[in-house]
Every structure is written in structure tokens, then in C-alpha cells.
């Protein structure tokens, strides 16, 4: 179930629409509804808050004015394999096979004192 702070992409009609973050999630006098607060990831940014069953948090899809409606949890994307590291690693490991020399860092401060 996605839960507070936590991203999601909102569908409108089977379509991807925009991101927004799950702000609070508070129980309604009815049981499994919920009242969601969603700030929408787009410009202008816009604060809303629906009434929803467990369910459509869940990412079932559900309707708001006869429109298909579905919110997607999203997952965080990983920087590398443990296998990528791994593999990196070896490299180094094996005679012979020093790290690729560090690329030199230019100043643009320096630069600019130059040319000025």
C-alpha cells in the first residue's frame, strides 16, 4: 500500500498524467475510505485531497466525474547492482589492472583570471 511521502503516478483514462506525493492519509467516518492528500508534482504546484477506498491506494482503479482514475506506486530507481560494483571491483583486483588514471579538474576561476 502506498503510504505517506511515498510518489505516485496518477493514471487519467489508462493515461499517465502527472506524479504527485502522498502528503497524509487520514481515515474517514466510513470504514477502509480514507482522505488522501496529494501534492501534485507539476507547475503550478496544487495541493488536493480525495476521498479514497484502501483499494484505489492500493492502485486499483476507480472513477471521479465518470473519468478511470488509478494512482501507481513509485518505486525509487536503484544507482547500481551490487553485481555492477562487484564486477568494477575486479578490475582492480587482478595484476596488472590498475584503476583508468582520474580525469584532471580544470578551474574555471583559474580560466576566467586568465582571459580577463
Known sequence: ???ENDIVLVY???RPLTFARIESI???SKP???H???L???MPLQLVSWILRGAYINGDTFTMNG???RLERV???KLSSPHDETRENADTDKPGGARPPRAKVISLKDLKGRSG
Do not use: G, I
Open 1 to 3: 500500500m502506498a503510504t
Open 40 to 42: 501534485m508534482l507539476q
Open 12 to 14: 487519467f483514462e489508462d
Open 32 to 34: 477502509d475510505w480514507y
Open 26 to 28: 487520514l481515515p474517514d
Open 36 to 38: 488522501v492528500e496529494l
Open 67 to 69: 473519468k478511470k482514475m
Open 75 to 77: 518505486e525509487k530507481p
